[in-house]
T-cell receptor
Framework: KQEVTQIPAALSVPEGENLVLNCSFT??????LQWFRQDPGKGLTSLLL?????REQTSGRLNASLDKSSGRSTLYIAASQPGDSATYLC?????????????FGKGTLLTVNP | NAGVTQTPKFRILKIGQSMTLQCTQD?????MYWYRQDPGMGLKLIYY???????DKGEVPNGYNVSRSTTEDFPLRLELAAPSQTSVYFC?????????????FGSGTRLTVV
């Protein structure tokens, strides 16, 4: 059974700091991994999607890496801003078979202080 | 482009009542999903659909039913609501079952059963 763990559960940083959020998964047979952002009381916004054949994806100040063999992904946020404050979720989709669901981690609550 | 639209945004039900959570997408995605998110937990798949007329159970289907009469709509029905169904419900869709182009989520329905 796939399990996804996100560390840390919460992170508080001053504005301008570069930071890394971690995601690990127990089954390396994944099809892709997706990072989402969730604002309080809101839905999920997709940030980055990494296919299993890719090593990283970048969007603006965000960079996500994937090491499938070790079951790890990181989300790097450069020059953090108060507007980055949110919960960040990673989710993996297992490859093969009829397993169509995403397995989510519990998220990292990020607070960027002005 | 509205994406995935969920209604209502909030609802309070009494134990034993029934209701339908609505979900509509305008991206012509064949694949649609219902997830629930409990506090401090990752999202769990309730039901999914691979196309009009085809649905299947996810991880936590008990107490719920779905239908998919059109590509656009994927309503979730709660029969005999119980306090354990208090949660935030998210509808999602994807272009492919593998989510090659990622998943799009609605903004959620916050349900409280009292």
């Amino acid at each position: 059974k796939q399990e996804v763990t996100q560390i840390p559960a919460a992170l508080s940083v001053p504005e301008g700091e570069n930071l890394v959020l971690n995601c690990s998964f127990t089954d390396s047979a994944i099809y892709n991994l997706q990072w989402f952002r969730q604002d309080p009381g809101k839905g999920l916004t997709s940030l980055l999607l990494i296919q299993s054949s890719q090593r990283e994806q970048t969007s603006g100040r965000l960079n996500a890496s994937l090491d499938k063999s070790s079951g790890r992904s990181t989300l790097y946020i450069a020059a953090s801003q108060p507007g980055d404050s949110a919960t960040y979720l990673c989710a993996v989709r297992k490859s093969g078979g009829s397993n169509y669901k995403l397995t989510f981690g519990k998220g990292t609550l990020l607070t960027v202080n002005p | 482009n509205a994406g995935v639209t969920q209604t209502p945004k909030f609802r309070i039900l009494k134990i034993g009542q029934s209701m339908t959570l609505q979900c509509t997408q305008d991206m012509n995605h064949n694949y649609m999903y219902w997830y629930r998110q409990d506090p401090g937990m990752g999202l769990k798949l309730i039901y999914y659909s691979v196309g009009a007329g085809i649905t299947d159970k996810g991880e936590v289907p008990n107490g719920y039913n779905v239908s998919r009469s059109t590509t656009e709509d994927f309503p979730l029905r709660l029969e005999l609501a119980a306090p354990s169904q208090t949660s935030v419900y998210f509808c999602a869709s994807s272009y492919s079952l593998a989510g090659v182009l990622g998943y799009t989520f609605g903004s959620g329905t916050r349900l409280t059963v009292v």
